[in-house]
């Protein structure tokens, strides 16, 4: 045994609060990096998935005898011989019939796996699955959401909390009201897309299936897939080192990692899965598409008398999933009349899912652009009307906020973004021949924390390790937990080692939900300090090291109740074309209040992303389903818009001082909040250049035309 440097033998600088670029940064740079479709394996065959071609009905028949005869191929499995899948699923998630992959004949929707084809090469595989026959039973299918369809229905819970809550009379004090704000919003289907497609690979090894998967929790996804199998926990190991990307659409057990773990079991031997971008559009889940309707009360002052949220979204006939959108105003604003309220409309369409910022993405857009169509109307300025509505408290569930400072972040985000200068009169500032005009709205996203374990480990030569199995899907939580675990042992970062994404590793969060960072580092640094308190001077480290393991459910669980959020104020600038109908962005400022930044260098490319997804979202994302065959228009980004580099103008993010008291570090979540909001800014922005109010995303050049030319306002609202 030899005597390891103390942790405190030497004072260090703080590592939490100060840049650092990602460790894993030059091996994504210089493709050492290996992502799921990366990882070798010998004797590797390779899957391609057959997707159904019609939008409803039952598989008659699967030609596969001609396909078997093609060179390479190996197997076709299918609903007649594919293993068979626990019935009952529940994951990570609850129930979820989505994952029943080639179980049966129903095919609940265009793109749905009725196949698999495996074959010595991908190329193999993918020209065997374009020749293999599948015919169908169809039957007559809905594709389309509106508020009027029969099928509606109340929906019990969200994500956290009821379908519905209500307070006082909201017809009386809307009745009561000196203004009145009614308007309907929409929102249609949107798309992860993840720069990464989903892929995984499966394999046998003594008795283990061994899985390498492109997910956002590997320990969850394991115990889903051992759930799926009918195995032990332990019978699966699951590793994601390196992911692409994910925004909710990674995770949890996706086909590509049930098929490939299917098709390695019937072979023996290792077999890939990986999605095409087309069939990421039916088999990894969406945005749904919304409806929603805001009705506003107000005093002549702007003080909020009535607040009523509803909201619409579409889901599939094989799981329900609902967008929590009017949750967004349970937090925000208060009045004696509140009431919010979901309903869910089963359609022949796949299943949605979590997409960054869900619920509040489309929820704020239409309670954000509702409220700046109230000050308007009440002749109050944005800003200060969102002052007037400050609560002291939760407006739903009356708890104390543990932070809430949304005034001070628009007070600076106005003094930065020069927000006094504004003439608050619409469509009156030109430059040439465009017409010019600036937005703002609020932001909040829910912060939350999930018990996680972690082991921390002392080397002989100085130097730890940390294990958890975290996910780094692009944010730097790597680095970031790197700089936790270093001030928790007193040490500097390149002393530490952190290996995350093994299920083997334990417990862990997903990444997802803006809780991860805030989940795992609670973990990450009380193993880490008791590490350090074992390591009194004079203490050797054995030749393997000495591990201690945490364990944060106690501490999570004795939490106690609060409104916990995140908050923030976003601005935007644009400039409109009126005779083409363009609109260009031509700066965003957000200014958050999201806890204690473990590393800013990361945290703010995470917080600007999300503003360039609100920018995208308010201009260009927009999925069209052709309601005669039930599939999308378009299945590539060729037809799905994103917003480019040509789109973004400069786009500032910076945060104030806002640490949870109840967090050992203090953090609060930053992965979604920058979404939040900046959709409503660019539109309140577009109604401040042309005088026109845009209720329906995406705000495209021929709606700007068609508004133009139409009466000045649109929807219904009431001034005494």
């Not at 409220?371 to 007037?388: K, N």
């Not at 973004?417 to 932001?443: H, I, M, N, Q, Y």
């Not at 590490?531 to 201690?548: F, I, M």
Request: a negative charge; charged letters at 25%.
């Amino acid at each position: 045994m030899t005597t390891a440097p103390h942790a405190t033998a030497t004072a260090t600088a703080p590592a939490v609060g100060t840049p650092h670029i990602r460790l894993e940064g030059r091996d994504k740079v210089t493709g050492a990096a290996r992502y799921a479709a990366d990882h070798p394996a010998d004797d590797l065959a390779h899957g391609w998935i057959v997707v159904s071609t019609v939008a409803r009905g039952r598989i008659r028949s699967v030609d596969d005898t001609p396909v078997l005869a093609l060179p390479g191929v190996l197997t076709v499995l299918h609903h007649g011989n594919a293993p068979r899948l626990e019935e009952d699923f529940v994951g990570t998630f609850g129930p979820d019939a989505t994952t029943r992959i080639l179980q049966h004949d129903r095919v609940p929707h265009m793109g749905w796996p009725v196949a698999l084809v495996v074959a010595e090469t991908p190329e193999q595989a993918r020209e065997a699955a374009e020749a293999l026959v599948v015919t169908y039973d169809t039957e007559p299918h809905d594709v389309g959401l509106r508020p009027d369809h029969p099928g509606c229905r109340p929906v019990e819970t969200v994500a956290m909390g009821p379908g519905t809550t209500g307070k006082g009379d909201v017809e009386a004090e809307l009745a009561a009201s000196h203004t009145v704000v009614d308007a309907w919003y929409t929102t249609p289907e949107e798309y992860h897309h993840p720069l990464e497609p989903h892929a995984a690979m499966a394999r046998w090894d003594d008795g283990r299936l061994e899985v390498v998967d492109s997910t956002q929790g590997a320990y969850a996804t394991a115990r889903d897939l051992a759930r799926l199998l009918g195995l032990e926990p332990s019978a699966v190991r699951l590793r994601s080192e390196h992911v692409g990307g994910g925004f909710g659409s990674k995770a949890q057990a996706r086909p590509h990692v049930v098929l490939a773990a299917m098709a390695a079991t019937v072979l023996g031997r290792p077999v890939r899965v990986a999605l095409t971008r087309r069939q990421m559009f039916s088999l990894v889940g969406h945005r749904s598409a919304t409806v929603q309707r805001v009705r506003l009360g107000a005093d002549a002052d702007g003080r909020l008398r009535a607040l009523e949220h509803t909201a619409l979204s579409a889901t599939s006939t094989v799981r329900e999933f609902v967008e929590p959108s009017a949750a967004y105003g349970r937090v925000m604003y208060d009045a004696d009349g509140h009431r919010t309220d979901h309903r869910v409309l089963p359609l022949d369409i796949p299943t949605p899912t979590y997409m960054r910022a869900p619920g509040e993405a489309p929820g704020s857009f239409a309670l954000e652009c509702a409220l700046d169509e109230l000050a308007e109307r009440c002749g109050v300025d944005p800003i200060e009307l969102r002052a007037r509505n400050e609560p002291a408290a939760g407006p739903v569930s009356g708890l104390p906020f543990a932070g809430r400072r949304l005034t001070d972040c628009f007070t600076e985000g106005a003094r930065r973004f020069g927000w006094a200068e504004r003439d608050p009169r619409p469509g009156v500032r030109r430059d040439g021949r465009w017409l010019l005009g600036t937005g703002t709205a609020a932001s909040s996203f829910f912060t939350g924390t999930f018990p996680a374990t972690a082991t921390a480990t002392a080397h002989p030569d100085g130097t730890f390790t940390v294990r958890i199995a975290a996910a780094d899907i692009g944010t730097g939580a790597r680095t970031a937990l790197t700089q936790l675990a270093a001030d928790a042992l007193e040490v500097t970062p390149d002393r530490v080692r952190v290996r995350i994404a093994d299920s083997d590793f334990g417990d862990a969060w997903v990444a997802g939900g803006s809780m991860g960072t805030r989940s795992w580092g609670w973990a990450v640094r009380l193993a880490a300090r008791d590490l350090r308190e074992r390591l009194a001077p004079g203490v050797t480290v054995p030749p393997g090291g000495l591990t201690v393991r945490s364990d944060t459910e106690a501490a999570v669980r004795a939490l106690a109740a609060y409104e916990r959020h995140a908050f923030g104020a976003q601005f935007a600038e644009v400039a409109v074309d009126p005779d083409s109908g363009e609109i260009r962005v031509r700066r965003m400022l957000g200014v958050f209040a999201a806890g204690r930044i473990i590393n800013p260098l990361t945290a703010r490319g995470q917080l600007t992303g999300g503003m360039i997804w609100g920018l995208s979202m308010a201009l260009h994302e927009e999925a069209v389903r052709d309601a005669t065959t039930g599939g999308l228009a378009h299945t590539d980004l060729a037809g799905y818009h994103v917003a480019a580099h040509a789109d973004v103008p400069a786009v500032e993010a910076d945060w104030l001082d806002d640490p949870d008291p109840d967090d050992p570090v203090g953090i609060k979540g930053i992965g979604e909040i920058g979404t939040v909001g900046s959709a409503a800014a660019v539109a309140n922005a577009v109604w401040h250049a042309t005088g026109v109010r845009h209720r329906h995303l995406p705000i495209r050049p021929d709606r700007v035309l068609a508004a133009a030319a139409a009466p000045r306002e649109e929807g219904r609202a009431r001034h005494r």
